[in-house]
């Protein structure tokens, strides 16, 4: 087994980074806890099947449950100081290290409990501590097994993000580049300063759209990038364009994924407005209510089936794929149609970049 590697080995970032160690931190409440009610199961199907004549025997529970949390309780901290140790270790040597440090522990606790079970029963004694050590390794290397499995998978689905958002970012409608390019060159004669903004902001948008680096940036900067493609698509489409912003500079240090509003923004123009002869207006608004961000997209409702375009599709998909792979399932998007209006919601949970971008 081999574990993944990243630019630092044992930090779970909350921007859905994961970590090169494959055993989570058994620091955490949440860590423990599972171990706590794993074992303890797993003690009452012992019990259970130790009873005669009964469910289940109370008394081996009682006394093999004391012994067993005593051990998974001090294994956990064991590993969680010597973890620092463990991360800089080959999967092989961290795993076989940390059945050293549950053997250990499991024969110091054993050792003394048995003493008080089998009192002057020498041979009873090493056979329950025998015992004890068989149970525990089992335990331990299937326990050890699964957090592999589990980081493996997580490391499976952070790839295939990493993936998406790169196909995503990398993504710049053909027509959309020709079209500023041939914008820039009817300006370069007439409006030489408006000619070298628009060179400045198609550059930015490439520049972000090359740039996989950031899982999540402030709101304000993915903002930015709306105002830029805004910026070039006002000048092709003129009056018929209108922008209409409703955002809450509170929100500006929101974490949010790149190129998530920019590719909404982009439908709202492509199927909105370019096809009205009058144009329209879109509509950017952020707010927060409770723990909870909503952004919202809107403009003119499309011509009869251009919601279902494909590109549109591929684009609402993919969104959804990443936000809900960083933030989990309480991350939504959803599109909806009220009267000759068409909107684009997108809910994160209130969480901010700590940076000072």
């Known amino acids: 087994m081999t574990t993944g590697h990243s630019k630092n080995p044992d ?3 909350s921007n859905g980074g994961v970590s090169g160690f494959f055993v989570p931190d058994l620091c955490r409440v949440r860590s423990v806890f599972m171990l706590v009610i794993s074992s303890e199961l797993m003690v009452m199907l012992l019990a259970m099947a130790h009873a005669r004549g009964q469910w289940i025997d109370w008394n081996y529970f009682g006394l093999v449950s004391l012994l067993v949390q005593w051990t998974v309780l001090t294994s956990a901290a064991l590993i969680c100081l010597a973890r620092p140790w463990l991360t800089g270790l080959t999967t092989t040597r961290a795993t076989l290290a940390m059945v050293i440090l549950v053997i250990a522990d499991v024969l110091l606790f054993s050792g003394v409990a048995t003493r008080f079970l089998y009192p002057g029963e020498t ?14 390794v089992i335990a331990t290397l299937m326990v050890l097994r699964y957090f592999y499995l ?3 998978w ?8 990493t993936y998406r958002l790169t196909a995503l970012q990398a993504r710049i409608h053909p027509h959309f580049l020709f079209n500023s390019m041939n914008t820039i060159a009817s300006l370069i004669g007439t409006r030489p300063e408006q000619a070298e903004d628009a060179v400045l902001d198609l550059s930015e948008l490439f520049r972000a759209s090359l740039n996989t680096s950031e899982r999540l940036v ?3 900067e ?10 070039l698509e006002q000048l092709r489409l003129g009056e018929r364009l209108r922008v209409d912003w409703r955002t809450d500079d509170a929100l500006n240090d929101q974490a ?6 920019q590719p909404l923004v982009e439908n709202a123009i492509y199927h909105g407005i370019q096809p009205r002869p009058e144009g329209g207006t879109v509509v950017i608004e952020s707010q927060r209510s409770g723990q909870y961000v909503y952004l919202l997209v809107q403009n003119p409702k499309p011509d009869s089936g251009a919601s279902n375009h494909q590109g549109n599709r591929v684009a609402i998909r993919n969104i959804q794929a990443r936000i809900q792979a960083l933030f989990g399932e309480t991350a939504v998007l959803k599109h909806s149609h009220q009267g000759e209006l068409y909107t684009v919601t997108l809910r994160l949970p209130w ?7």
């Open 11 to 13: 930090q779970d970032s």
């Open 123 to 136: 041979a009873a004694q090493w056979q329950a501590v025998g015992k004890s050590l068989l149970i525990a």
């Open 150 to 152: 589990q980081h493996q």
């Open 154 to 161: 997580r490391q499976q689905k952070q790839a295939e993000m």
């Open 218 to 220: 402030p709101l304000k």
């Open 222 to 231: 993915e903002l930015a990038l709306c105002r830029r493609y805004l910026a």
């Open 256 to 261: 949010i994924p790149p190129l998530t509003l």
């Open 351 to 357: 969480q901010t970049t700590g940076t000072s971008r």
